[in-house]
């Protein structure tokens, strides 16, 4: 339990940093948000299905990595309309 409490938080955390420095504000805590929703959502499946924990792991990096990356693709979009 304090383990995932401690990702969240310090995910979250990360997450609104990257956000401050390269998003709009109303967008920072949208996508915090929507993070912190998915993280919840992996630890209530991982409960309930009984994953092995490095598989629990790999799974969360995973997706962790397929919210990110179009965020960075956002990112450079709109840097592009901003600067045009």
Same mark, same amino acid.
């Given at each position: 339990?304090?383990?995932?409490?401690?990702?969240?938080?310090?995910?979250?955390?990360?997450?609104?940093?990257?956000?401050?420095?390269?998003? $709009? *504000?109303? *967008?920072?805590?949208?996508?915090?948000? /929507?993070?912190?929703?998915?993280? /919840?959502?992996? =630890?209530?499946?991982? @409960?309930?299905?009984?994953? $092995? $924990?490095?598989? %629990?792991? =790999?799974? /969360?990096?995973?997706?962790? &990595?397929?919210?990110? %990356? $179009? !965020?960075? &693709?956002?990112?450079? @979009? /709109?840097?592009?309309?901003?600067? !045009?």
């Amino acid at each position: 339990m304090r383990v995932s409490n401690l990702v969240i938080g310090v995910s979250g955390r990360l997450l609104l940093f990257y956000k401050l420095y390269f998003f $709009p *504000l109303d *967008l920072v805590f949208h996508l915090s948000e /929507l993070l912190r929703l998915r993280l /919840l959502f992996f =630890k209530v499946v991982h @409960i309930m299905t009984c994953l $092995p $924990p490095s598989l %629990f792991w =790999k799974n /969360l990096k995973r997706d962790l &990595q397929s919210f990110l %990356f $179009p !965020a960075f &693709q956002l990112n450079e @979009i /709109l840097f592009m309309n901003h600067s !045009a």
